[in-house]
C-alpha cells in the first residue's frame, strides 16, 4: 500500500475508532478507580501506539483524542473532578471554558458530564440514575 494511502486509512480508522469507542464504551460504563486506571493503560499504551506514524513516536501525534480526553475526565482529581461537573450541570456556558482550562476540547459539554457522572467515586446515591440501581 502507498504511504499516503496507508497513512489516510490509518487517520480514518483512528477517527472511526475514537469516535465509536466514546459513544459506545465509554459513555455506556461505569468506572470504578481499577476500571479508570486500566482503561487509561489500554488506550495509552496499546491503541495509541497502534495509529501512531511508524516514522513518530506516539507520544507525538494525538490519534485518538477523545479517547484521551475521555482518560483526563476520568482520572481528574476528585475535588477538581467534582467542580467540573458541578459547573457544566448548572452553568453549560462557563462549563464550556472550564473544559478548555483543563485540556479538553474534542469531547462536548453533554459528554463530559455523562462521563464525569459515571465516575461511581462521584455518584450520588440520591439520584434515580446513580450506579446504585445496577445492583
Not at 469531547?107 to 446513580?130: F, V
Request: aromatic letters at 4%.
Amino acid at each position: 500500500m502507498a504511504p499516503a494511502l496507508a497513512a489516510r486509512l490509518r487517520a480514518r480508522l483512528a477517527a472511526h475508532l475514537d469516535r465509536c469507542m466514546l459513544q459506545e464504551m465509554v459513555l455506556e460504563t461505569w468506572f470504578n478507580t481499577g476500571g479508570t486506571l486500566q482503561f487509561t493503560h489500554d488506550v495509552k499504551r496499546n491503541l495509541v501506539p497502534a495509529f501512531a506514524p511508524p516514522n513518530k513516536a506516539a507520544s507525538q501525534v494525538n490519534p485518538l483524542p477523545k479517547l484521551l480526553e475521555a482518560c483526563k475526565l476520568l482520572n481528574m482529581d476528585y475535588d477538581d473532578a467534582r467542580r467540573l461537573r458541578s459547573i457544566l450541570s448548572k452553568q453549560p456556558a462557563v462549563g464550556t471554558e472550564s473544559l478548555t482550562n483543563h485540556g479538553i476540547t474534542h469531547i462536548q459539554p453533554n459528554e463530559a458530564l455523562q462521563i464525569l457522572s459515571q465516575r461511581t467515586d462521584l455518584s450520588d446515591a440520591s439520584t434515580p440514575s446513580s450506579v446504585m440501581e445496577l445492583f
